[in-house]
């Protein structure tokens, strides 16, 4: 799926099979008791606050600094490396990105990290983003993180190893002015939207996708670089991480993120029903229902949407086979229970199979229904579904306001995007 500066399916291909092969990769050692005398040991994968763990090796990937000298990613061995897409011509989301690493830089300098983790960005406009382009960005922004470029072959395997997608689209009328010449742009690039975590070995350990929340905190030097569509980005951004989540996983990786507080037992289904006692009658109608997995598929699921306007909408799609699913699913039960009586909660089952669904919700009651999605149209419909977990934030007319991509692993951020989406 592309937008102007949205994420691509290529991305997410990608994001699966590292996954898959750092999954393949642990049960190898598993069942051979160990590594072998001499071979590296594979990178752990910990869980993490915002992005997805992976275990990717990246190589050298040859690339040139804003000096135009001859570097690599490589060059960077024995450092973390934040790294994200990025071109000086964006008006979309590169400026809130960058907002973003910048406050994530400061926040790195705060707790010592500044030797240990560089924060950076790379083009995905080799045509435009000369090295002299990059240095007249800087000084124009006031940004001191690293930005990375190339030729347009340096450009295209870096990027291929990340699995980000980018590639030049007409411009928009009125085509945007182009800040250092003054003159209307040509061109656009569309691009995958994300920020990654590499680690000192030279792996690709954190993907996170989407474009950074950052409410007013943006500088003026790079709101002024905003079109309509970034400044409607700014207000609202698709598929939101935030600069604390990110900063949380580079300390998780670092060792220095405290361990979390033991969670909550999700609540039983007799404490359910006593909370949500006296509910709305919309609202009680999903609780009857606890528990079931239901059929009908994307019609049935447009029904119930229309007959909850007027309400908030939390949807969480999920699979019995998917072990994110199956490990934030307890958060969701509580979070129906606290919440469930001013917001309603539907399940998405996502090509599933029907005798295991219905299996682990009755080992696993939750306070409301999910929908049988066989083939993911109903996610598909919702606009915003990128794979399982995702959980879509639907306002009171219906509309959807925030996707969470990926698995949340505390009630607090379950709890907190919930307070901030579905009001």
Avoid at 291 to 307: I, N, S
Avoid at 312 to 323: H, R
């Amino acid at each position: 799926m592309f937008g102007r500066a949205r994420r691509s399916l290529a991305f997410w291909l990608v994001i699966a099979l590292a996954a898959l092969a750092a999954i393949e990769v642990s049960v190898a050692a598993l069942t051979a008791g160990g590594s072998s005398p001499g071979a590296p040991a594979a990178a752990a994968a910990p869980e993490l606050p915002a992005g997805t763990a992976l275990s990717k090796p990246l190589g050298r990937l040859p690339l040139l600094d804003e000096q135009g000298r001859h570097t690599s990613l490589a060059a960077f061995r024995g450092r973390y490396v934040v790294l994200a897409p990025s071109l000086t011509l964006c008006h979309e989301v590169c400026p809130l990105t960058t907002g973003a690493l910048m406050q994530l830089q400061a926040r790195l300098q705060a707790h010592g990290l500044a030797r240990r983790v560089v924060v950076a960005e790379a083009t995905v406009d080799p045509w435009r983003d000369s090295p002299a382009r990059v240095r007249a960005f800087k000084r124009l922004t006031g940004t001191t993180l690293r930005f990375l470029t190339g030729s347009r072959a340096e450009i295209h395997a870096l990027w291929r190893a990340f699995g980000v997608a980018y590639r030049r689209v007409p411009q928009g009328k009125p085509a945007d002015v182009d800040w250092w010449t003054h003159k209307p742009e040509t061109f656009d690039v569309e691009h995958t939207d994300g920020v990654f975590v590499v680690d000192p070995r030279g792996r690709l350990r954190v993907a996170v996708p989407g474009m950074p929340s950052l409410g007013s905190g943006l500088p003026h030097r790079l709101s002024r670089l905003l079109n309509d569509q970034g400044r409607q980005n700014l207000r609202r951004p698709d598929t939101p991480w935030t600069v604390d989540a990110l900063l949380d996983d580079v300390l998780t990786l670092l060792g220095r993120r405290p361990a979390p507080a033991p969670a909550a037992p999700p609540p039983t289904r007799a404490q359910a029903r006593t909370a949500l006692a006296g509910s709305p009658a919309p609202l009680a109608a999903l609780h009857a229902q606890a528990g079931a997995l239901l059929d009908g598929g994307k019609p049935a699921v447009q029904a119930r949407l229309r007959a909850l306007r007027g309400r908030p909408v939390v949807v969480n799609a999920w699979a019995s086979w998917c072990p994110p699913c199956r490990q934030e699913l307890p958060l969701f039960a509580g979070a129906a229970a606290r919440f469930g009586k001013q917001v309603a909660f539907l399940g998405l089952d996502v090509n599933d199979e029907t005798g295991a669904a219905r299996r682990f919700l009755a080992q696993h009651p939750v306070s409301y229904p999910s929908y049988f999605d066989d083939g993911g149209h109903a996610a598909a419909w919702l606009g915003h579904f990128v794979g399982l977990p995702t959980t879509v934030f639907l306002d009171r007319a219906g509309r959807v306001v925030a996707t969470h991509a990926g698995q949340y692993t505390s009630a607090a951020a379950l709890a907190a995007d919930i307070s901030r989406y579905a009001r």
